[in-house]
């Protein structure tokens, strides 16, 4: 098993800036993917922002050059970076963990960002 732990998030105005991080800790051997999926009100969740565990990086197409994923395999953890947000990216977001061997897939518990002046 894999716990996720999610921190940041919260009230910013439009064109601000706000950082997520997510800690991975439990039974870990090794982590092929980490990333952020969200979900706005009404809508799919979709994904955000993924980086393999060796560097391969892939962003959904709506938040290429504001957002920015980050991770750091030694301590299973990763940040997302937001900037130059904007009221469509309301939305919680959730931390994303997937595990190739055993094909395990783990979520957070989501973390509420809104974005409104």
């Known amino acids: 098993q894999v716990q996720l732990v999610e921190s940041g998030g919260g009230l910013v105005q439009p064109g601000g800036s706000l950082r997520l991080s997510c800690a991975a800790s439990g039974s870990i051997f090794s982590i092929d993917y980490m990333g952020w999926y969200r979900r706005a009100p009404g809508k799919e969740r979709e994904l955000v922002a993924t980086v393999s565990n060796v560097g391969t990086i892939a962003y959904a197409d709506s938040v290429k050059g504001r957002f920015t994923v980050s991770r750091d395999n030694a301590k299973n953890t990763v940040d997302l970076q937001m900037n130059s947000l904007k009221p469509e990216d309301t939305a919680v977001y959730y931390c994303?963990?997937?595990?190739?061997?055993?094909?395990?897939?783990?979520w957070g518990q989501g973390t509420q960002v809104t974005v409104s002046s």
């Open positions: 994303n963990v997937f595990i190739t061997r055993g094909r395990q897939v783990y």
